[in-house]
């Protein structure tokens, strides 16, 4: 059985840092590409990085382009995401995804979702 756990969210003050880690279970994590989303109350999900199965190639949206970095330990089927200099916008419920693929799009990242984890609240007070 697969599951897809993260943790790291909490409140925290504007300008700011905050690690989300995401381990999983049951799959061949070093097969797979790894991706974070974030889903602001009222707003859809949206996919806000990616980072290809071998670490070679890592994509963000420009909403965190410069600001968050994502990198991954195959030794521990985890998956990071650095998020420095936090905004009140980027308040939002994180999720993390196992993913076939990742693509970048006219429409932003286009991520062919696997597994989804349950999510880890983030909150940035101004």
């Known amino acids: 059985q697969v599951h897809v756990l993260e943790s790291g969210g909490g409140v925290m003050q504007e300008g700011g840092s905050l690690t989300l880690s995401c381990t999983t279970y049951g799959l061949n994590f070093e097969d797979d590409a790894m991706a974070w989303f974030s889903q602001a109350p009222g707003k859809e999900r949206e996919g806000i990085s990616c980072?290809?199965?071998?670490?070679?190639?890592?994509i963000y949206a420009d909403s965190v382009k410069g600001r968050f970095t994502t990198s991954r330990d195959d030794s521990k089927s985890t998956m990071y995401l650095q998020m420095n200099s936090l905004k009140p916008e980027d308040t939002a419920m994180y999720y993390c995804?196992?993913?076939?693929?990742?693509?970048?799009?006219?429409?932003?990242?286009?991520?062919?979702?696997?597994?989804w984890g349950q999510g880890t609240q983030v909150t940035v007070s101004s």
């Open positions: 995804a196992a993913a076939s693929t990742c693509l970048v799009t006219m429409e932003g990242l286009d991520v062919w979702v696997e597994h």
């Open positions: 980072i290809t199965w071998n670490g070679e190639e890592k």
